[in-house]
């Protein structure tokens, strides 16, 4: 293995690269990372999609190729700064890698087109064009039971459904976790006695204290704002938050769960 793989500043040269946006320079800091994990990775990629029952259409290299280039742009991200190091990237890939398996079975089983077309004619109808209610939707009566058990487990959460889930707990958690960073980075900081409360809040909810950390770290960023929120959270959640109109999507379908 190249010395690079070792250090940090290989890191930190590939994202120097990165925001350089010069191709040579790219393809110089990001060639040793490519010659050593690929192997290993294509394996671990292939052995997931084996584990699947349904016919994915698609390879190891396609999983891969894909969590490269969502690496590579968190990498420039302000929440990317935590990657440091070699084995800080090959676990980043890693968890991408499966996040895009697990949202390609998720496509499979039929529940993302029809649940998005619910819901944008649910949109189209109201004229919601956001999130609308914010952080108050979590405290509407049976609204917030079905968000304590959503953090609970994937049994616990579909018990509480008053119908089934169009997709897996995973992708509801990705909302209710952006809307909680989001509400805390402009409501929260700047108010201690109110941050005591929040983070009291957030442990009664079942969010994991290591995820809510991480959010914490991102949302206390300079300069952070909603892409990066949503990059973080796709992060630990295994999904992909990829604007607004997702979120209101998330937030409709958790409204029909609820009853």
Not at 101 to 110: C, H, I, S, V, Y
Not at 131 to 147: H, S
Request: hydrophobic letters at 40%; a negative charge; one cysteine or more.
């Amino acid at each position: 293995m190249s010395t690079v793989l070792n250090a940090e500043e290989g890191v930190v040269a590939l994202r120097k690269a990165l925001r350089s946006g010069q191709s040579t320079a790219i393809d110089q800091a990001a060639a040793p990372y490519i010659t050593s994990l690929r192997e290993p990775l294509v394996a671990y990629a292939d052995r997931l999609i084996r584990s699947s029952w349904r016919p994915l259409g698609l390879e190891g290299e396609d999983l891969l190729q894909d969590a490269w280039l969502r690496a590579l742009r968190y990498l420039t991200e302000p929440a990317g700064e935590v990657i440091e190091t070699f084995e800080h990237l090959r676990r980043l890939l890693m968890r991408m890698i499966k996040q895009r398996f697990l949202d390609t079975l998720d496509r499979a089983e039929g529940r993302d087109e029809k649940g998005y077309e619910e819901a944008q004619a649910e949109q189209v109808a109201e004229g919601e064009s956001d999130l609308g209610e914010g952080l108050l939707w979590l405290e509407a009566g049976q609204r917030q039971k079905l968000i304590g058990a959503l953090f609970a487990g994937e049994e616990t959460f579909k018990a509480a459904c008053s119908r089934k889930p169009k997709r897996r707990a995973r992708h509801y958690q990705g909302y209710v976790l952006f809307t909680l960073a989001q509400f805390y980075q402009n409501e929260v900081l700047s108010d201690r006695a109110a941050a005591e409360l929040f983070e009291r809040y957030i442990a009664l909810l079942g969010v994991s204290t290591s995820d809510w950390a991480t959010l914490e770290a991102v949302a206390e960023q300079q300069g952070a704002g909603e892409a990066e929120l949503m990059s973080a959270v796709s992060t630990l959640c295994e999904t992909n938050l990829a604007d607004r109109a997702t979120l209101s999507v998330l937030r409709y379908e958790l409204g029909l769960l609820a009853g």
